[in-house]
């Protein structure tokens, strides 16, 4: 107990992460569904319950430092397991938004090089094109050139082919008819 750093809380954190969010965290009274449907607690250093409680309580620097929010995989299972409609997978992402202009070290960096990715391939299509969006997370978070350097990049190589004769991968990205739309809504997030 005597080596352990004190506790700071952030009275302001609470209403800045709902303000972002839009939505009303403050309904959750800590019945655990989230939690217990959540499919990656397992690599969690603390559960989504916990980490909505810790804002409610207004630890910004516990929860902004945590490995869970980058570890959340979007899945909204958490989201529709609520019964107070709490939108926790929003949260989720609200955090990172914050943690990164903030300039919170990354704990994950491959996961967000892989949501740079995907989020600069719908900005540049519309949708997401498999093909390009993995070059760039390879390039982004440095996979292709230690894969390049240790030779197993073949693998990847071999799954695409793969992938590209069962129908499962296009050659040419296919293009949507809303893509002004789509640019608009991206821009407005980030």
């Known amino acids: 107990m005597e080596n352990q750093a ?9 209403k800045e992460v709902q303000g972002l969010a839009k939505l009303n965290f403050t309904a959750c009274y800590q019945c655990k569904k989230c939690t217990n449907g959540c499919p990656v607690t397992f690599a969690m250093d ?3 319950d916990q980490v909505i409680r810790l804002v409610i309580l207004g630890q910004r620097e516990k929860v902004l430092n945590c490995d869970t929010i980058w570890i959340c995989a ?13 939108d926790i997978a929003a949260t989720m992402d609200t955090l990172k ?4 202009k903030e300039g919170v070290k990354i704990p994950q960096p491959r996961t967000y090089a892989f949501h740079k990715a995907f989020l600069d391939d ?3 299509r519309g949708r997401v094109f498999e093909g390009r969006m993995m ?13 390049l350097n240790n030779f197993s990049i073949w693998e990847d190589v071999s799954l695409g082919r793969n992938m590209r004769k069962r129908g499962r991968m296009p050659v040419f990205p296919k293009g949507i008819k809303a893509k002004k739309e789509i640019k608009e809504i991206l821009s407005q997030k980030t």
């Open 6 to 14: 004190p506790i700071t809380l952030d009275p302001a954190f609470p």
């Open 46 to 48: 603390l559960y989504p």
């Open 74 to 86: 979007s899945c909204a299972t958490c989201t529709t397991r609520c019964p107070n409609e709490v």
């Open 97 to 100: 938004e914050m943690a990164i």
């Open 122 to 124: 719908i900005k540049r």
């Open 135 to 147: 070059f760039d997370y390879m390039l982004k978070s440095g996979e292709l050139w230690r894969k």
